[in-house]
């Protein structure tokens, strides 16, 4: 009787013909709400742990009206949705003040979650958030939230998709701009609405597909069902292969780019990440091979998350424990998005051509050939050259072929370390892209791995198209599940929906 709970519209049935077993009978329901009417009323603290000026309480489930009249005084009636209301925040059994604060009531469905939900703003201080979620745990059918409930409720309801879901995560733990962005892009539904679109066109071609298996004998399939299945599937299996050919992009700008300062020992790796950070995150030392692990540490440049790695000095040694860290400094680079080498200036050939020679040689003892694509050679110490030596070397690196972009600096004087920084930006910026132009970029490795399957499984769609119909169907409906298991969505109903609204079938 009341508007506010869940409930259940009535159902009808469309029967088809050919005796469809009851197990696949459409079932398309008016309007079903996310949860039960019994489900249990879940409340936690919103907002960050800690003291600060504000602190948000929510409150969601079919209790949420009982916990906000009796915690907040209110006899008559409710207050308007969505509406702040200053109100005394009162223990429900004691009826002591706890606190004076904001309500607000937002009624079911137009909520976070879908259904009734209320938010305490009270003052930020610990004992005064302990004492109101004590009092909430004494009102009759609610509880705490489990983690993420909230949200998981919000998709159960579908305020948002899996992917929307992801996004608001990332949101949440964006610590640059750029990651904002990209999560921001995301959790407004830009991926989830891509992802949404060929998983509509998948199951049209599931339905014609099956349609044309059941029903062509009886001549009711138009011609050339197939043909249009097989352009839709063609042209899905190219859009999702350009999608995937992203070069991690996404990924990088969601977890990090990895950029790993590699190079001999002594050439000044250490002093490079320091001036980096601008603190001492790696001890410096003139005794060659101090660094004997990796040190990490994260960075923001110029709104690009960097996660920058030290490693220990590349040569032979007779001491185990050094050999491991070179182990370990030569596994880093291989994993690498970016590498700087770092080449001490005062151990180059006094020939620039020599030395052009001398630095080709020195990155294949550093990397393989395929990492040097994405490598900065770092020419440090140029404070112990001449100054004509330091511009005739600056103007021979630029004119030789296959060899990485060289930056000359030093980290005593820190001359030339705005020019490598601006070139270290412009690096990153790369790899990561532009998370506000082109389309949406694959952002989790899951949604990688779903994609490749479905590729896959449109491409036995085409090897069996013409040898065995059933098979391929096959593919279509693997491909179908595997971009469901991306969005959350995806159902048989949804099939039969399509074959009795496309076709004039079980009239």
Same mark, same amino acid.
């Given at each position: 009787n009341k508007p506010t709970q869940n409930y259940i519209r009535p159902c009808y049935f469309l029967i088809p013909s050919r005796g469809t077993p009851l197990s696949r009978l459409l079932c398309n329901c008016d309007e079903v709400s996310a949860g039960l009417a019994s489900a249990d009323t879940i409340f936690a603290l919103s907002s960050g742990h800690g003291r600060c000026g504000v602190a948000v309480v929510r409150v969601s489930g079919p209790a949420s009206v009982t916990s906000l009249r009796s915690m907040a005084g209110l006899t008559g009636s409710l207050p308007p949705p969505r509406k702040a209301l200053l109100r005394s925040i009162?223990?429900?059994?004691?009826?002591?003040?706890?606190?004076?604060?904001?309500?607000?009531?937002?009624?079911?469905?137009?909520s976070f979650t879908g259904e009734d939900s209320v938010e305490f703003h009270i003052h930020g201080g610990p004992a005064v958030i302990t004492a109101v979620l004590e009092a909430l745990g004494s009102v009759p059918g609610m509880r705490p939230a489990e983690a993420g409930e909230f949200t998981r409720r919000a998709f159960q309801a579908g305020k948002l998709g899996l992917t929307e879901v992801e996004g608001l995560g990332d949101l949440i733990?964006?610590?640059?701009?750029?990651?904002?962005?990209l999560a921001l892009r995301q959790m407004s539904g830009e991926l989830g609405h891509l992802y949404q679109d060929w998983s509509n066109k998948l199951k049209r071609c599931l339905a014609y597909v099956e349609a044309f298996i059941d029903f062509s004998e009886d001549e009711l399939i138009e011609d050339g069902v197939l043909n249009q299945v097989d352009r839709v599937v063609c042209n899905l299996q190219t859009e999702m292969e350009q999608h995937l050919k992203d070069k991690r992009k996404g990924e990088r700008l969601r977890s990090g780019v990895q950029v790993v300062i590699a190079g001999a020992t002594n050439a000044g790796k250490s002093s490079l990440l320091n001036s980096i950070c601008q603190r001492p995150a790696a001890i410096v030392s003139p005794i060659a091979g101090t660094t004997r692990d990796v040190v990490e540490t994260a960075l923001d440049i110029g709104g690009f998350p960097v996660l920058l790695i030290d490693t220990a000095g590349l040569r032979d040694s007779l001491d185990v424990v050094e050999r491991e860290g070179v182990r370990r400094a030569r596994e880093r680079v291989e994993?690498?998005?970016?590498?700087?080498?770092?080449?001490?200036? &005062?151990?180059? /050939?006094?020939? $620039? *051509?020599?030395?052009?020679?001398?630095?080709?040689?020195?990155?294949?003892?550093?990397?393989?050939?395929?990492?040097q694509n994405n490598c900065l050679l770092v020419l440090n110490k140029t404070d112990l050259l001449p100054e004509e030596q330091r511009q005739n070397l600056d103007m021979e690196l630029r004119q030789v072929s296959g060899l990485p972009p060289a930056c000359l600096i030093s980290c005593h004087s820190n001359e030339g370390l705005q020019d490598f920084l601006t070139a270290l930006h412009g690096n990153v910026k790369t790899l990561?892209?532009?998370?506000? &132009?082109?389309? /949406?970029?694959? $952002? *989790?490795?899951?949604?990688?791995?779903?994609?490749?399957?479905c590729a896959a499984a449109l491409a036995q769609y085409q090897r069996y198209r013409d040898t065995d119909l059933a098979l391929a169907a096959e593919g279509v409906r693997s491909a179908l599940t595997s971009l469901g298991r991306i969005t959350g969505r995806v159902g048989a109903e949804e099939i039969l929906d399509i074959i009795f609204k496309d076709f004039c079938i079980g009239k």
């Open positions: 009162t223990d429900p059994l004691t009826r002591e003040v706890l606190d004076r604060g904001l309500v607000l009531w937002f009624p079911a469905p137009h733990h964006a610590e640059t701009e750029a990651q904002r962005r994993q690498a998005d970016l590498t700087l080498v770092v080449v001490d200036c &005062s151990n180059l /050939p006094i020939d $620039t *051509q020599q030395a052009a020679a001398f630095l080709q040689e020195h990155l294949k003892s550093v990397m393989s050939t395929q990492k990561c892209g532009d998370p506000l &132009s082109g389309a /949406p970029t694959l $952002t *989790q490795a899951r949604h990688r791995t779903h994609l490749q399957q």
